[in-house]
C-alpha cells in the first residue's frame, strides 16, 4: 500500500527510487552514530547527575536521569534491531522511529534547565548552560544529515532554556535569552546548509553508483551481446552448411519426386515398381531405416513393395490379418492413424511378433497409414530402425508428402483396373448398353446392345434412343420417364421397344444421368435386357399358381377369385348362379388297386368330360384330389340348374379307359344356389359340400341341391369332430363284443370287438360318424390303440377266469397301418397284457393292402411271425388283384354284408359270395360271412361251404360280462 502512495506521489519511477534510496542513506548514517551518540548521553546525564545532586537537594534530578536513560535505551534498541533486520521494516519508517526517539532525548535534555531557575547557582547555570550550548551544537554534526531529527532535537531544549531565562524577570537574562533565539536561528541555518550538502551527498553517490552500475551493465550486455553475436554467426555458418547440403538432399527429392510422378501419369511403369521407387526415396533420405509398403485387400496386408527387406520376413508379413494388436502396421491400418512404437520387445502390440523383430534385428517399428482422396485406408508404410528410437519430425513429414503420391499410384492403378473391368464388362455384359450425350444423342453401345435390338453400331451412332420406340407408351410416359431422371437422377422401368426387324419386345430398362462440376447432365446410360423370357415365364406361373397341373382347370385360388366376381355381378344384376361340388365316389379304390397313375388319368378324362357339358361362360374348377366345382352364372333357377347338373351326370354314364383296364365311376353332387343358399364364399361352398355329403349317404351317384337340414348335420358334424378330440380323456368310449360262430355246429369260435361312444349331450354316436372323422383327423392312432389294448386286456381277463373266447377279432385302419412303428406297438400291447398272439386277429381293410401292395406285405409278414392272426375285412367291396392276394400272408377273408343282406333274392350278390367262397378254399384260407340274419343265408352259405358266421341271427354286439355269461359253457 505505502508503495502504492508512493508511486502515485512520485509517477516518476526513477524519482521514486532515488527518495527511498536517500531516505535509506540518511537513516543508516543517523543509526551509524546511535551507539557512540546515546552513550554519550548516557555518560553526560551521570555526570550532570552528579554534580546536581552535589548541590542541589531535589528529587527532579532523579526523575530526570532515569528518563533520560529510558529514551537513550530506546534508541539504542532501535539500533539493534536496525543492525539485525533492517528489511522488517521501510527506510522511513526507520527514519520516523528515529525522529521519535530524537524527540523524547530533546525533551529529556530539555526538563534539565528548569533548574537553572531552582537552583540559582551560578556553577550551575553556567554549567546548564555549556550543556545546552554543548548538546545544541554537538547536534549539528550528528542531526544535520535529517532536518527533522534536529529541529525535534534542539528545540524543545531552546525552548524550554528561553522560558527558564524569562522566569528571571531580569533584563541581562532577557538579553541572555535573544543571545539564545539568535544562536539557535543560526545553528538551524548552518544545519540546513549542512543537511543540503549532505543530502546532496547523498544523492550524488547514488548518481555515481547508479552510473557505475550502468556502466557494468551496459559492458555486461555488450560481453553478451559479443557472445550471442558469435554464437549466432557459428550457428549461421552451420546452418548454412546444413541449408546447403538440405537443399541438396530436397533438390535430389524433388527430382525423385518428379521422377515418380512421371511414372505415374505416363503409366509407363507397374504399381509395384513406382511403390519399389517410393521406398527406395526414403531409405536415401534417412540413416539406418528400411522400409516397404503394404496394400490392403479385404482384411489382410499384402506385400506391394520392400526391396531392402528380408525376403523370408516378406512371406511372413505377406498376408498379414488387420487388427488392434497385430504390430505397428496391422494396428495402423486397422485404427487408421500412425502408429510409433519406439520398443518392438517392451510394446504390447507386438507381443505376438517380437520373435520376428528379434531374428531380423529390427528394434522399432512405426507405420503411417495410405488413405485416398474419400478417406479410404489403401495400405500402409513399414518403417523399420536397428535400434530403440522413434521417427524424428523430418521422416514423419518424408513419409507424408510420399504417401500422397504412393495413394495416387494405388487410386490410380485401381481406376484402371476398374476402367479395363468396365470396358471388359460393358462389351462382355448380356445387357444391352447405351450411351449418349447430354442431347441424347447415342455416342457408344455394347455387343449385347446389337444382338438384343438387331440395330449395329454404325447404324444407331449420331441417332437417338428413339428410333427404337414401339409406339406402345404415350408422350405422358415419357414425360414420366424424363421428370423422374431430372428429379431423381435414374429411372427404371418396364419398357416396349422395336426390334430392326419390327418385332416389338418388352425391356426392362435403367437409366442413369452422369453430371459434371456444375451439375450438369452430360452423359446418360442406358442399360436394359430383354424380358420376353421373363415376361413369358411370368404367364407361365401366373397360370401354374391359378390352374391345377394335372388337368388344367382352374383351381382353387382363382375359382375363388372368379366366385368372388360371380358374386358381385349377380348382387348388382339380381341375378341367379349355381355352385355345384363333385365329388367322386369310392375313388380311393382306383388309387389303391389300380395306382395313382390311373386315377390322374381319369380325373383328366372327366375334366375334359364336365367341361364339354357346361356353357363357355361357365367354370369347371379342381380343387382338390378327387374334387371339381363348377360355377353356372346367370342360371335363373333350380330347375335350369338340375338340367346342366344331369347333363354333367351322364358323363359317368360311359365308363374309363385306364391303361387298358375299362372302369364305371360315379359321382355325387352338391348344389348351392346364389342368394338363396348364401351370399358370400364360404357359405357357398360350405353348403354345396353339405348338400354333396347328403348326395352321398343318399346312395351315391345322385346330386342333391342344399337345405337347412343339411346344414343341421354339418353343424352335427362339426360338433361331433370337436367332442371326439376330448372323448378318450372323457372315457365316453367302451367296447361291445359280437360273437363269431362255426357254421356246422353253431359253437363260439371267436369274438370281435367293436367300438362304441356314450357322449353325455349327444348320446350314442354310431362309429360310421366319426370314425371316419377319427381318420382325417389323425386320433384314429389314440383311438385304435385303445381298443386294441382294451380288447387284449379284457381277453386276459376272461381267460383268466377260465372262459374260453376262442379269439378276438379288432378292427385296424389304413392310417394306423401306414406307421413303420405299428408292429412295435402291437407287441407292446401284447407284452403288457399277457395275451397270447394267436388269440389276436387283426381285420384290415382290402383297400390298404392293394394301396401299397409291397408295404402291405411287409407289414403283415411281420405280424404273422409275431403270431398274429391277420383278416381281409369288406372283401369283394375293392378291386383285389389275384396275383397278390395269394402272395400275402392272411388266413381269413371276410364277406361284406352288403353281398349278405339280399341272399337268396339277388342273383349277383349270391354268385359273388359264391365265388370268395371259392377263392377262400382254392388258397388255403378260412372265410366267414359277416351281417347273417336269416336261416335262409345260412343255409345257402353252409351249402356253398362258408366255415364261420356272425350276424344278428346269432347274437347282437353285447358286454363284456354278458358274453362271458351268455357262453362261459361253450368251447370252440
Known sequence: ?????????????????DSLDTTEEQARILYMQAPISNTTVLVTSTIFFLILTARIESSLIGYWVFFLS???????????RRSKAPESKSPRQWMNHYIFGSTLVGISWSLIYPLIYIANDLIVSIALFMLAFGIIGASVAILAVSMRAFIVYTYPQAFMLGVTLLMFQNSSFNWLTLALCIYVLMITLFTRNTNQSVLKSIRLQFQNQGLIRKLNNEIDQREE??????????????????EVNERKQAESFLAQQKRILELISQGSASLPQILEEIVVVIESQTDNLRGSILLLKGNTLHIGAAPNMPDDYNALIDGLEIGPTVGSCGTAVFTQQRVVVEDIQQDSRWVSYRHLGASYNFSACWSDPIVDSSGEVLGAFALYYPNVTAPTPKEIQLVESLSQIASLAIERNITETRLRQSAAVFQSTIEGVV????????????????EITGYSREEVVGHTPRMLQSGRHDKNF??????SIEENRQWRGEVWNRRKDGVIFPEWLNISCIYDNNDKPVNFVGVFSDITSIKRSEEELDHMAHHDPLTDLPNRLLFNSQLDQAIKHAKRNQSVFALLFIDLDRFKNINDSLGHKAGDELLQQLAIRIQEKVRLDDTVARISGDEFVVLLENIGSAENTAVTVEKIMSVFNKSFVLDRHEIRITASIGISLYPTNGNTIISLMRNADAAMYRAKNEGRNTYQFFTQEMTSNAFERVMIENALRMALNRNEFHLVYQPQFAIEDRKLIGVEALIR???PDLGNISPAKFIPLAEENGLIHDIGAWVMKTACLQGAKWLENNFDFGHIAVNVARPQLQHNDFIDKVRAILDETKLAADRLELEVTEGFIMHNTTHAIQQLEAMRVLGVKIAIDDFGTGYSSMSYLKLLPIQKLKIDQSFIRDIPFDTNDMAISEAVIALSKALGLQVIAEGVETEKQVKFLQQKGCQEVQGYLFCKPISAQELAIKYSNEIA
Open 1 to 17: 500500500m505505502v508503495l502504492n502512495i508512493k508511486r502515485t506521489m512520485f509517477p516518476d519511477s526513477k524519482q521514486f527510487d
Open 70 to 80: 529510558i529514551t537513550a535505551l530506546y534508541r539504542l534498541f532501535l539500533w539493534f
Open 225 to 242: 551481446q559479443i557472445k550471442e553475436r558469435t554464437l549466432q554467426l557459428q550457428d549461421k555458418n552451420s546452418a548454412l552448411t546444413n
Open 435 to 450: 450411351i449418349t450425350d447430354g442431347e441424347n444423342t447415342i455416342l457408344d453401345v455394347n455387343k449385347a446392345f446389337e
Open 478 to 483: 415419357y414425360q414420366q420417364m424424363w421428370r
Open 757 to 759: 361312444w356314450q357322449h
